[in-house]
């Protein structure tokens, strides 16, 4: 390996701990800052094994190092999903995807069958393709700017990478190790892991040097929120008029595209206004509390009880029972005929208030 090559690959490992460091206070108390730490960790075990001469190691260090590396296309899937949606939560799936890259990387080092590199390497990919979709399918709800940036970045250049590495490494094995695909490897890991963690700690060092409300923390700006006004004050009592009275929420196919435009106002104007003034990270949240709240008041309205709980959930706007009951549950802690009865007489100690109010 050459001098070069050895500083491009240190220098990027430094990158990833100088991260790594950086996000180890909130391990805890953070799912996101926990899969990317560990996502992060598996970028390290990746550039060693990269490197040429990798092969040379006793099998007791390669066997870890393979290991973690060869987990990372489903660790970028678990980071990928709890970076572009607020309300994920990881299943047994993502730990069985995990296991099983790595039970497959365990086995290489005994052998690898070609059957092992086309499960592998399907597996790879599949897991890949579920982060792309993380990534853009919810770019046009995202109301917090810099991550709808990160959005169309993240999975062009990050999944790219990862799906020419599995690629090549399937069509020529080895080839990463060998002069001057590994120099050229090198670089681009360097470029890769600084432009991302820099777009990923950049709101992190911020945090570190001011003190945010919980209400502010939710915005993705450390930046104290100032009181609407002038403009701004004007179009959110516009906006209130519109949702409250004018009951927009009410269209199932309501976006932010025809939200600004009956409002006269460019989309970035009313995202951040949204963001900012009222603390909603995702259109669909902001939406949706509308919608809850006609809801539940009228599940909670004896003149209603006769009335059908979908009819009730279709005319607040709701598409489809599915994705009602869902967020009614999460709202309320409660199922939709539950919230009724505890509301309506029958089912004695049910809490009667939802655990969150609409913020709107």
């Known amino acids: 390996m050459s001098t070069l090559e050895a500083a491009l690959r240190g220098g990027a490992i430094a990158i990833l701990l100088f991260t790594v460091s950086l996000h180890a206070r909130d391990l805890l108390t953070s799912r996101l800052r926990l899969y990317s730490v560990l996502f992060q960790l598996c970028g390290v075990a990746f550039i060693v094994e990269s490197a040429p001469g990798f092969d040379a190691l006793d099998l007791r260090w390669r066997m870890p190092i393979h290991i973690v590396s060869s987990s990372a296309p489903a660790m970028f899937w678990i980071m990928s999903a709890a970076l572009f949606n607020d309300e994920f939560r990881a299943r047994w799936y993502h730990a069985l995807a995990w296991l099983g890259l790595a039970t497959l990387a365990w086995r290489q080092m005994f052998g690898w069958p070609p059957a092992l590199v086309t499960a592998y390497d399907a597996l790879a990919l599949l897991f890949v393709l579920f982060a792309i979709w993380h990534a853009l399918a919810g770019r046009r709800t995202d109301l917090v700017e810099w991550r709808r940036r990160l959005r169309a970045e993240y999975a062009v250049c990050v999944a790219f990478y990862i799906i020419v590495i599995i690629v090549s490494q399937w069509l020529w094995p080895g080839i990463l190790g060998r002069a001057p695909f590994s120099l050229v490897n090198a670089i681009v890991l360097v470029g890769l892991f600084f432009l ?33 006004t002038g403009q701004e004050a004007a179009l959110l009592e516009a906006l209130r008029r519109l949702m409250a009275d004018g009951k927009a929420y009410r269209e199932d196919a309501l976006s932010i595209a025809s939200l600004s435009q009956s409002l006269g106002v460019q989309e970035y104007r009313l995202r951040r206004l949204i963001n900012r003034q009222l603390g909603h990270r995702n259109f669909s949240a902001f939406v949706n509390g509308y919608r809850l709240t006609e809801v539940t008041a009228a599940l909670a309205d004896r003149d209603q009880a006769e009335v059908p709980i979908l009819t009730i959930a279709l005319d607040a706007g709701f598409g489809s029972i599915g994705p009602f009951n869902r967020a009614f549950k999460a709202h309320t802690g409660l199922t939709p005929t539950e919230y009724r009865r505890a509301h309506l007489g029958g089912v004695e100690g049910a809490s009667p208030l939802p655990k969150s109010a609409s913020r709107s």
């Open 196 to 228: 991302f963690s820099l777009r990923l700690t950049k709101d992190r060092l911020e945090r570190g040097s001011a003190q945010v409300s919980p209400a502010q923390s939710r915005t993705d700006d450390p930046r104290p929120v100032p009181p609407a």
